[in-house]
């Protein structure tokens, strides 16, 4: 039987999709995909991958090393989707080992006339950057990219690190038409494969024959694994979200060790222990040791407040955030000295918690430094050990044997209160001598409460005359200091606040912000909703959630609150001469989730006196996806709790 291998090539290059013709081939662009106007499955895309394909394999020469080539052709819809014309590649840069990106070849496409336009890319706009000590990241942007342009552009990646396969990720956030990869390993490099996100990705495995340039006689079989999908959906911001990384659709490769016949055997495995060896060898190291500058200081602190190891871990928190300003960047190992923080007054996460180290410890203290990432870089891995560790914090003991945390970048945060971004699940604690120590969790260091006391009377004019005093501690205390600092100025929070609660303020004071227990009192005036000799008014006086914040039919990732908490509302409402309860909605209590969460509102009169206790308690804060459906209706079951009013008439 005659066969057509051109043929066979070309129909898998050009693949009509829905009436759509694709060509899968670099350097060719269709006519459809310079006059599409939209992705169907996703009409408002700002712009759309045609083709996503990376290859992966290792080359022996004098040397081996590993090549990573990437091709890609995005069509842009909109302006939004211009960005995608400008492209960055970050890697490594070490004295004895480095990555080499090259072979960078880009062009836009545009229709015009009914011509197509192509513009390359030019040599004098790709840019180079050093990131840190031992990254570097190209850039360039390819010219005449607008709504309407067909992007294509590829390049090779060589590196020395061979046991380090760089992530493949499947899924962006716009969406991919065809996604293919493919990842050859040689029999002698012991490995293991991970799929991440909530996508099934369907990975294949090949066995294939390899040989060596430059080794005599030397072959040997590749391990090949194929992940080709078309369709994949674009991974989309959704709220309660710590880092949508941590979702992303992809393949992880760990390489455990390299075994050629007639050579040592080279491991690259990496325990947590021979990071935290390569710390303490490090800069990270000496400075986890350094002097305090702030002696005398410190030890007025401590003898001023003798009896109070909090009192004393407060003040000198307080007094190095007020010595040294954070600059917003997160460092494990500062660029300079800490001591050339102190000097600038201003300095980055590393130099500020090095800084108040040495100061816990001139204190008497013994801190211990605690490993992690913020939550916008994404979870330290839990199947293997890393050295992309952005920030740490410290934790010590007091003698009560009460464990605290404490971090001086943020001037709000306090003793076991975290800025937010530093409340994750997965921390490790720096302990060079005893490397097995289990994981931390430091989503909740300490319990948040909001206490809100009410006090309403009902005029004769129909209007709620009210007192209220709100006591939040911990995180809840975090957030009051932050949404303050964020206000212009104290009028313009208290008008934020009069216009999110649909309030009148007559007079608002705030205590104790950028501490653990914050205290805010206002006295406020709310209209009541009336209908002829009948008036409704909310068993909380304002609503606890205004709408539900899930109402999406389906969600794909899980929901993830910022921290657990306890929010306690108790009113007590005074009814003038003349009213009498008609209507007083039903007490009580909803939980979902296995008691994750759960929510109780009690009503009882006495006499002319009404009182309400309204609970809301948040006790887990991760929810997977298979539980959206129940914790969506649980706060739909709480709206109704909200919207739910005691009725009063008129005699």
Known sequence: MKTYPFLAVFICLCVNTAAQEYSFKYGKITPDELRMTLYEPEPDAPAVFIYDDTDIHYSFGNSIQLLCYRT???????????KWGDVAIDFGNYQLSKEVVSRIDAAAYNLVDGKTVKTQLK??????????????????????????????????????????????????????????????????????????????????????????????????????????????????????????????????FEINGLEIPGSLYKSFTRTWADVYESLDRSEFGRYADIRN???????????????????????ILKFVQSRIAWDGTYRLTPESSPHAAVDKGRGDSGSINFILAAALRDAGFKPEIILLNPRSAGRLPLT???????????????????????????????????????????ARLYSPEHPFENWINLSSPAQSVVLSQITARLTEEGELECTETDTETNQAAYDLSRRYSRSENHDTFVQEYEQRAGITISELTVDGLNSAKARMKLNFRKPVDSGGDFLYICPTIVPFIEKNPFTSQKR??????????????????????????????????LSACDEGIACTMQLQQQGALMQCLFEFDLSRIIFPATEYTDLSAFYGFVMDMCNSRIVLKKS
């Open 384 to 426: 293997h050990a890393t050295d992309r560790i952005r920030t740490f914090v410290l934790r010590t003991k007091l003698k009560s044997g009460e464990t605290v945390y404490l971090d001086a970048t943020d001037l709000h945060s306090d003793v076991n209160v975290l800025p937010t971004q530093l409340l994750v699940d997965h």
């Open 72 to 82: 890609v052709k995005i069509k842009v819809f909109k302006d939004e989707g211009v």
């Open 123 to 252: 040599r004098q706009n790709i840019f180079e950057e050093v990131l840190d000590e031992h990254t570097k990241r190209l850039k360039f942007s390819i010219p005449e990219v607008r709504a309407g342009t067909v992007i294509e552009y590829r390049y090779l990646l060589t590196s020395d690190f061979i046991g380090q396969i760089p992530d493949v990720d499947v899924q962006h956030a716009i969406p991919v038409v065809r996604s293919t990869a493919q990842i050859s390993i040689p029999e002698y490099f012991t490995h293991h494969i991970h799929t991440r996100g909530y996508l099934t990705l369907p990975v294949k495995k090949e066995l294939e024959n390899g040989g060596a340039a430059g080794f005599s006689g030397f072959s040997y079989t590749n391990t090949k694994y194929i992940c080709n999908i078309d369709r994949v959906p674009s991974l989309r911001k959704e709220p309660y979200v710590w880092h949508l990384d941590d979702f992303r659709a992809g393949l992880e």
């Open 556 to 589: 794909q990732l899980p929901v993830e609150f910022s921290y657990p908490y306890r929010y306690r509302i108790i009113v007590s409402l005074m009814l003038p001469e003349g009213y009498t309860v008609e209507e007083l909605p039903k007490s009580q209590r």
């Open 293 to 315: 500058p702030f002696k005398d200081e410190v030890a007025a602190i401590v003898a001023r407040n003798a009896d109070d190891e909090r009192r004393q871990l407060h003040e």
